[in-house]
């Protein structure tokens, strides 16, 4: 079966000609549909670049290899194209955006992808009843999605923003950068159950996380150790325990 | 005659031989002449004059001439508002006016104390009146209930001035738009303003021109004990457009809040130059001025607050100004001054010029929006912050214009 991401030999740089700096290097990583895969590395690894770089965010150039979305190159493609071919990222540090409320932001974001995809834009009664149905079950209070988008938000408040984005874009493959971080246990669970109600035969995600810790909510189907802008080391959902235990030392010598 | 009018103005430009020659057809008024000597000290302002540097008038208007492109559509609402209408030839105004709002057209001109301080609006007081206008139109304002008035500057010609008076009495309120829509190669405008004890105004200017004008508003305020003013520019800029209010707090608990926003395109100029005297104890002062500006626009904010040592103890104000360089080649020019000489005041300035947000823009684009479009909602909430404060009637009126201008 054709992975649904398809990232091979991608290496990229970061920063002006003379003091560009190589994060990504050689990077090649598959993720079939219905797949969940974690991405752990140390701090510096090049885990964030890695999801900037398929997002599209400007100021990393790609300097090799490719990066395919069901067969299609994504790299040439602007930030926006990318979202509306269904790439979703959840930030690990959401930005504030004053003046702009959280609904009218997601509800210009859904109706330029779907108008990108030539559908039909989302009517105000449809829209409502869904932003209702997935602040419920986020336990977001509706008062909260009439303010500007993470304006005065607790850093837990941002996170289960950017699950709300997502489960209110219904996006095909979903990029989780460090969304545990910041977050208490109760928040951790209810953006967890967030995440795994969006798991789907259709869709793939790659949750790139510092600790093993969210990895327990969030079963993974692989985990793989990204170092020195490479993975190194791919497994099973117990290589997480095994780096937890013996560290990224132990586990980057016995690969090296 | 002419020779004598000549020397008027020192080495004077066809521009001003011409303002001259108009001054010359008005019928004669020790006050008049009064004011236009104040305009005459120095002739069309010009950027070698403190106050200028960035706005220049005796460059931008070489001649008076009727300009190519017609007035602006008058984006503001009208109904449940008294509608006047100055064009540079007529004047209209409702046939009947309700209790509490009193009209009197002054063939005269009424003395204008300050008028070197502001020479366009010296240059206005001096040539306003003429056939069927006014020189002097004056309100007297009893009611806390009357109607919007809506004053709209329109209509071709070389020039058009006007002059108006306002006279707000105490506990009385005043909601005053005006819209300045273009059409005459030099508009030049003076409204002053007297707020009695406890008095209102809430003021909206909406201003869009054509990039072959002048165009130059002046705003002058009294503020009474505990008066509240409220005003809330918007302005799309011409050749040359500038928008003056000066404000002095002359009576203790007066509160003031000045906001503006301006957006200026390819050879554009808006200019915001405030100025507001704390010649009162403990008044507020709450100023607002955000700016967008593209490539080939030119942006300009001057604020300054003068604060006695004496009369100015517990003043409480604070002035912001933010702009937004939307492109390569954009200019702002900005001064923030505070003179402050007492010691029990709380004064605070910020002054910010820059580039939309890398980190936003990424955001929003993630998201699906796209670039266009993400930098027009940023910037749209970016200067709404300053027209927040408007009237309700033309608020959302003000917003859709700057959206419209942001997304084309």
Known sequence: MRPMLKITDLSATVGEDSEAKTILNGLSLDVPAGEVHAIMGPNGAGKSTLSYVLTGRSGYEVTGGSATLNGEDILGMDPEERAAKGMFLSFQYPVEIPGVPVMTFVRTAMNAQRKARGEAEISAPDFIKKSRDVAKMLNLDAEML????????????????????????????????????????????????????????????????????????????????????????????????RLEKEGYDGVLGEAA | MTTALRDFIKNPTAAELELVARYGMQP???????????????????????????????????????????????????????????????????????????????????????????????????????GKRPATLAFEITSSEAPRLHFVFEGAGEASFARIVFLVRSGASLTLTESYLGGAGLTASVLEFDLERGAKLNRTIFQRGGAGEALAVTG???????????????????KVARMETRVVHQASGSKLNLNAAYL?????????????????????????????????GTGVFQGKFFVPRKTGQHTDADMQHQALLLEDGAQVFAKPELEIYADDVECAHGNTCGALDDAQMFYLRQRGIPET????????????????????????????????????
Not at chain 1, 154 to 160: D, Q, T
Not at chain 2, 48 to 70: I, N, Q, S, Y
Not at chain 2, 392 to 407: C, K
């Open chain 1, 146 to 241: 009439k303010r500007p988008v993470n304006v005065g938000f607790s850093g837990g408040e941002k996170k289960r923003l950017e699950i709300y984005q997502m489960m209110m874009l219904e996006p095909k493959f979903l990029i989780l950068d460090e969304t545990d971080s910041g977050l208490d246990i109760d928040a951790l669970k209810t953006v967890a159950d967030g995440v795994n109600a969006m798991r789907d035969p259709s869709r793939g995600m790659l949750v790139i996380t510092h600790y093993q810790r969210l990895l327990d909510y969030i079963k993974p189907d692989k985990v793989h150790v990204l170092a020195k802008g490479r993975i190194i080391k791919t497994g099973e959902a117990d290589l997480a325990l």
């Open chain 2, 264 to 296: 200026s395109g390819k050879g554009f100029h808006a200019d915001i130059t405030t100025n507001v005297r704390h010649g009162a104890p403990s008044c507020v002062t709450r100023q607002l001025t955000k700016g967008a500006v593209l490539d080939g």
């Open chain 2, 28 to 130: 004669e008024d020790a006050r008049r002449e009064r004011a236009f000597l104040a305009f005459a000290e120095t002739g069309l302002p010009h950027r070698r004059m403190e106050g200028w540097k960035w706005t220049d008038f005796k460059a931008a208007l070489k001649a008076l001439e009727t300009p190519a492109a017609a007035s602006a559509k008058d984006p503001l609402p009208d109904d449940g508002a008294l509608v006047f209408r100055f064009t540079p030839k007529g004047f209209e105004a409702p046939a009947k006016l309700p209790d509490g709002i009193r009209m009197v057209v002054q063939p005269g001109v009424q003395a204008f104390p300050g008028a070197e301080d502001v020479p366009m609006g010296a240059l206005a007081a001096a040539l306003a009146g003429g």
């Open chain 2, 373 to 408: 479009q993400a930098r027009a909602m940023l910037t749209e909430a970016f200067i709404a912050e300053a027209l927040g404060m408007a009237d309700e009637a033309v608020r959302d009126v003000l917003l859709a214009e700057a959206q419209n201008w942001l997304s084309s």
């Open chain 2, 220 to 238: 002058i305020a009294h503020l009474g004990a505990e008066a509240e003013m409220t005003q809330t520019t918007l302005a799309f800029g011409a």
